[in-house]
């Protein structure tokens, strides 16, 4: 058998249905696996830890936590007392009243103070560290950096001869030297996972031969020493603890759980005694001048101090009920996925489409409450691994036995809903057109909007932050232009293309457009207030509207095509959006519209000549609503 032979057959082999459904089976069962031993920062953590997140909110148990109150410098502290910083013996005179009046068990300082005060205050706060149940805090940094962080005495370490479990810190932000004794000191520092949410915590940190713990566990450690236990060094509970040395955090109870009380309450001494007394105490702040603030999955704004109190919950739950079982989530994700990789290879050919969706379906499900169960005892399998596989299944199995005449419609109806309205395609399926999408004059409004000095804004933002701002102002004017069963034609950056007329003909398209752009500008305006209460610049849109014949239809060819309208009122209406640059109004309206529109009214802007006309054109605006409703009123 030559090659040519050998290559049909393997090419035939492969074709046949059972090898087929065996290889695509056999797929998902990898992509599961590489799911649960990917890198964390791989592509297949970002779907998990928004499903642990979820699971997370779920179990969150809203029961008051009566071990632990939260101290915060607030913004009602600051400012009956003063701003920060306060001198160091009133931060002296809140650690007495904790521990001396109000008879707390211990006291955690989330709070770096790596330059010298007052001194008394200093002599103070480096005496209560030394003899009472009293955590000092510093913070290690875990980002390899060109020049790393060296601030401050480092203290409280323990000799480690390696690594073993810790996570390795670069630097870090220490108290100055007076505080060098202080018998306890934890560790503040975070690692937040690629999005920025605080889901792990560096029980141990090994930096330069030493071993440091973080600020929970240094409080348990002073409280249980002082107590005289004989468990001078308890440990986090092994089933969180992950590879890379980092604890993922349980967030068993929701933020309100915990009671806060204001700092000034305790300064001016006006707390209750029994909301503190044998508690364990985390001091910190909530104020957002302080910027302690972090995103966790129970929230995307915290305040720092409060992680280590869950943490603080964790390590006493633990402490009382003992460490849950730790299963083997990965090994049970793999598990699962080959069952149903298998059953879905037998039911393929001998179920309908829609019963093998169904059965996927109700797989998802079982795993969901799977997973659910599974997150308290491992920290490491992926929650979302086994769906990601019946994804694959649904969505390469399923319609590899889909029926063939149903193809079609999915096509058309995936590539209409890109681009039109709901309302609009579903007009589209009830009318009798034989192909929507060919192309067709047909007499269209077009409508080009785009953000001013787009470019100015952003090139001071983050890459996030630009990303952010693009996506909320596109939905500023998407929204709109749905609600008016507007064409999104394509997304231009910073702005869109739209028109109104095709791939359904409209009486009034040129109105309908019209009213979209008004809703756009106050969509804008609105998002432009809340940008200003936050202290960052005005925003303005420009749009460009002109009516006439277009040839709309898919356009491209057989690997890509788009549906698209092309004529001289599209040119026209992208000369009118440039035109708004120079133009105190936000929405420019050429001749076509206006003699197309029946419920607006308009203000005449005068001849302009436009890029690539050699004649004048007439421009207009839209007439204020208040000068419209002056003038029915006058009528």
């Known amino acids: 058998m030559n090659s040519t032979a050998k290559f049909r057959a393997f090419v035939s082999l ?22 649960q031993w990917a890198n964390t920062d791989s592509v297949f953590s970002f779907g998990n830890e928004w499903l642990r997140d979820r699971f997370i909110r779920m179990q969150a148990s809203g029961e008051p936590e009566t071990r632990v109150v939260v101290v915060d410098i607030d913004e009602a502290s600051l400012k009956s007392i003063g701003p920060w910083p306060w001198p160091r013996h009133r931060i002296a005179d809140l650690v007495e009243n904790l521990i001396g009046t109000y008879g707390a068990r211990g006291v955690a300082l989330d709070l770096v103070m790596p330059e010298r005060a007052d001194a008394d205050g200093d002599t103070r706060l480096a005496a209560l560290a030394q003899h009472a149940p009293v955590v000092l805090a510093q913070a290690f940094d875990y980002t390899d950096r060109d020049r790393q962080l060296r601030v401050g005495d480092v203290t409280g370490g323990q000799l480690a001869r390696n690594q073993g479990h810790a996570a390795a810190a670069t630097g870090f932000i220490a108290n100055h030297a007076g505080l060098a004794k202080a018998r306890y000191t934890g560790n503040i520092g975070f690692i ?17 031969g030493n071993r440091y713990v973080t600020l929970s566990l240094a409080l348990m450690q002073c409280c249980r020493q002082a107590a005289g236990t004989g468990m001078a060094n308890p440990e986090a509970p092994t089933y969180a603890q992950t590879e890379t040395g980092a604890w993922r955090i349980p967030y068993s109870r929701h933020w309100s759980a915990y009671q806060g009380i204001s700092a000034a309450q305790i300064l001016d001494m006006s707390a209750s005694r029994d909301m503190i007394q044998d508690r364990l105490v985390v001091v910190g702040s909530s104020s957002l001048g302080l910027s302690d603030r972090v995103a966790t999955p129970l929230a995307p704004s915290t305040s720092g101090m409060l992680v280590h109190a869950a943490a603080l919950t964790t390590l006493l739950d633990h402490q009382a009920a003992g460490e849950p079982i730790k299963l083997p989530g990965r090994w049970i994700a793999t598990g699962f996925m080959i069952a149903v990789a298998f059953l879905a290879a037998f039911t393929l050919p001998r179920f309908s489409a829609a019963a093998n969706v169904a059965l996927l379906g109700g797989a998802s499900v079982i795993w969901l409450c799977i997973a659910y169960l599974l997150t308290r005892h491992d920290a490491e399998f992926s929650a979302s691994g086994p769906l990601a596989g019946n994804v694959y299944l649904l969505a390469v199995a399923v319609p590899y036995h889909w029926q063939i005449a149903q193809r079609k419609s999915r096509s058309l109806l995936g590539t209409l809903r890109q681009y039109v309205a709901t309302a609009v395609v ?11 999408l060919t192309p067709r004059l047909l007499n269209v409004t077009t409508l080009i909007a785009d953000m001013e000095g787009y470019t100015t804004y952003v090139e001071s933002l983050s890459v996030e932050e630009a990303a952010q701002l693009t996506s909320d102002f596109l939905a500023c004017l998407t929204r709109p232009v749905l609600a008016k069963h507007g064409t999104i034609d394509k997304y231009t950056g910073d702005g869109l293309v739209a028109f109104w007329g095709a791939p359904l003909p409209v009486e009034d398209h040129a109105d309908m457009a019209l009213e979209a752009a008004r809703n756009i500008v106050e969509e804008v305006r609105r998002f432009s207030e809340a940008r200003k209460d936050s202290g960052l610049p005005r925003l303005r849109v420009r749009i460009g509207i002109e009516s006439g014949m277009a040839m709309a239809g898919d356009f491209g060819t057989p690997s890509r095509s788009i549906y698209t309208a092309v004529g001289d009122s599209v040119n026209v209406a992208a000369r009118l959006e440039q035109v708004a640059r120079n133009q105190p109004h936000d929405i420019i309206i050429g001749q076509g519209t206006v003699s197309r529109a029946t419920r607006h009214r308009f203000q005449l802007l005068g001849d302009f000549v436009l890029r690539g006309k050699g004649k004048p054109t007439t421009l207009f605006t839209l007439e204020s609503q208040g000068a419209a409703e002056k003038m029915e009123t006058a009528a």
Do not use: Q, W, Y
């Open 14 to 35: 492969i074709s046949s249905g059972a090898l087929f459904r065996f290889v695509i089976s056999s797929i998902a069962v990898v992509l599961v696996i590489c799911s």
């Open 192 to 208: 937040p996972s690629a999005d920025g949410v605080i889901r792990h915590l560096p029980m141990v940190t090994h930096f330069e």
């Open 426 to 436: 579903d007009e589209l399926l009830r009318s009798d057109l034989k192909d929507p």
